[in-house]
């Protein structure tokens, strides 16, 4: 049985059951290789990019002996992947505008799945509005320490509903407050610390002009108020 990270381990506990995901860049093939040892789906499909990881990941599937149960496609996004063939995609390790884009060149394909699980390495307050402003829904969301770091995991469907929200819940998921996520004190902390450096920075800078740093001024001032409010 493979053992896989807290990081994966968590975006595996998001998919949940299902009948065929599908991981999109999927490097070594971990992911579906979890999903299918574990019983939570009987087979995956794993695309990249890339021939190497292409590679890695057929080494992986053939080590486990799941080369019946896994299927590997070389391409872009959702491209690989036929129309209903699979139910749930799986995007991790990207940066939010990157999954964004994957998700907007795809876009039948990706509302047709009964979810989306996305793990956003950066710009994940690009991926949550792009997410509720075109029509998704974040089903909840959850965080997870792994080397060190703390990654977030969303899981959201499409129901064709627009929405908009606070500019502090774009940075920081509106889920995990109300689900009480045990590493948000933490993960709060650090992202308050970040936004004092971009703060400070801009205030030393000539060539930011107010209307911009005012934007992250306010962001960092209701940061602090959710933590205070939170955890004070």
């Known amino acids: 049985m493979i053992k896989p990270g807290n990081r994966l381990l968590k975006i595996a506990s998001m998919v949940g059951k299902c009948e065929k995901p599908a991981d999109i860049g999927t490097d070594h093939a971990y992911i579906p290789i979890y999903l299918v040892q574990s019983g939570m789906c009987s087979k995956a499909v794993a695309t990249d990019v890339k021939k190497g990881p292409l590679d890695k990941a057929r080494e992986n599937i053939e080590k486990y002996r799941l ?26 390790g990207m940066g939010g505008i990157v999954i964004s884009g ?15 699980v996305l793990q956003p390495a950066y710009y994940d307050e690009f ?21 060190g770091k703390i990654y977030t995991v969303i899981r959201a469907y499409y129901d064709g509903i627009v929405r908009s929200d ?19 004190n933490e993960f709060l902390q650090r992202r308050i610390r970040i936004q004092t450096n971009i703060v400070n920075g801009m205030k030393k800078s000539a ?5 911009t740093y005012m934007k992250e001024y306010n962001l960092l001032e209701e940061m602090k108020r959710a933590y205070n409010e ?3």
């Open 127 to 147: 991926l949550r509005e792009f997410l509720l402003k075109n029509g998704y829904c974040i089903e909840t969301e959850a965080l997870a320490m792994d080397g």
């Open 67 to 92: 080369s019946d149960r896994i299927e590997l496609r070389m391409g872009n996004g959702l491209e690989p992947i036929g129309e209903n063939e699979c139910d749930v995609f799986i995007i991790a």
């Open 102 to 116: 994957i998700l907007e060149a795809s876009a039948d394909k990706a509302r047709k799945a009964k979810a989306l």
């Open 230 to 232: 939170f955890f004070g």
């Open 207 to 211: 060539k930011v002009d107010e209307q």
């Open 166 to 184: 606070d500019d502090l819940y774009y940075h920081i998921g509106r889920a995990l407050f109300e689900n009480n996520d045990p590493l948000l």
